[in-house]
T-cell receptor, first 112, second 112 residues
Framework: KAGVTQTPRYLIKTRGQQVTLSCSPISGHRSVSWYQQTPGQGLQFLFEYFSETQRNKGNFPGRFSGRQFSNSRSEMNVSTLELGDSALYLC???????????FGPGTRLTVL | TQLLEQSPQFLSIQEGENLTVYCNSSSVFSSLQWYRQEPGEGPVLLVTVVTGGEVKKLKRLTFQFGDARKDSSLHITAAQPGDTGLYLCAGAGGGSNYKLTFGKGTLLTVNP
């Protein structure tokens, strides 16, 4: 069974640009969540999508957005990038009745 | 904002030693999960505990959920170099809209 895949794995952008990250969940998983991981703040929840609808949202500015497609694949977008957005962005999928997230390897975003 | 405090933040021990990692909060969680993360990879779920007072064992790892469902501990017996990694606790529910609230992690190094 294929795991959660994220593309790209590494990304370098400059301040003010925007970026789109992609996530393909495990087949059959309809819930997709996004997290930001930094050395200072650790892992922080961004948002969760289920059946193409945003179900939960963390405490991040509106520059962070996401969407989910009918095949459960998800994208997150960050507009007007800031230096502080440099982080590892992790996508996770899950089956709600089972509990526990299955994480992808992450996308390492560097903002210069 | 809910907080999960993990301690210690760093732990360096010799192979064969025992250790305990703690995860504490003032909030009550519906479940608590433990993950291990290795460099360049996403976190991997180790266990989910749901019932207050619950104890789960996974080979040399013992997980306990506090009676009040506010805290948890992870005990490793006879640590091995392969146990090296970042251990993260994460709480679900507890009145937050967050899918999961993570502690900042305990970075464990087991020296041969």
């Amino acid at each position: 069974k294929a795991g959660v895949t994220q593309t790209p794995r590494y990304l370098i952008k400059t301040r003010g640009q925007q970026v789109t990250l992609s996530c393909s969940p495990i087949s059959g998983h309809r819930s997709v969540s996004w997290y930001q991981q930094t050395p200072g703040q650790g892992l922080q929840f961004l948002f969760e999508y289920f059946s193409e609808t945003q179900r939960n949202k963390g405490n991040f500015p509106g520059r962070f957005s996401g969407r989910q497609f009918s095949n459960s694949r998800s994208e997150m977008n960050v507009s007007t990038l800031e230096l502080g957005d440099s982080a590892l962005y992790l996508c996770a999928s899950s089956v709600p009745t089972v509990g526990g997230e299955v994480f992808g390897p992450g996308t390492r975003l560097t903002v210069l | 904002t809910q907080l999960l405090e993990q301690s210690p933040q760093f732990l360096s021990i010799q192979e064969g030693e025992n250790l305990t990692v703690y995860c504490n909060s003032s909030s009550v969680f519906s479940s608590l999960q433990w993950y291990r993360q290795e460099p360049g990879e996403g976190p991997v779920l180790l266990v989910t505990v749901v019932t207050g007072g619950e104890v789960k064992k996974l080979k040399r790892l013992t997980f306990q959920f506090g009676d009040a469902r506010k805290d948890s501990s992870l005990h490793i017996t006879a640590a091995q170099p392969g146990d090296t990694g970042l251990y993260l606790c994460a709480g679900a529910g507890g009145g937050s809209n967050y899918k999961l609230t993570f502690g900042k992690g305990t970075l464990l190094t087991v020296n041969p």
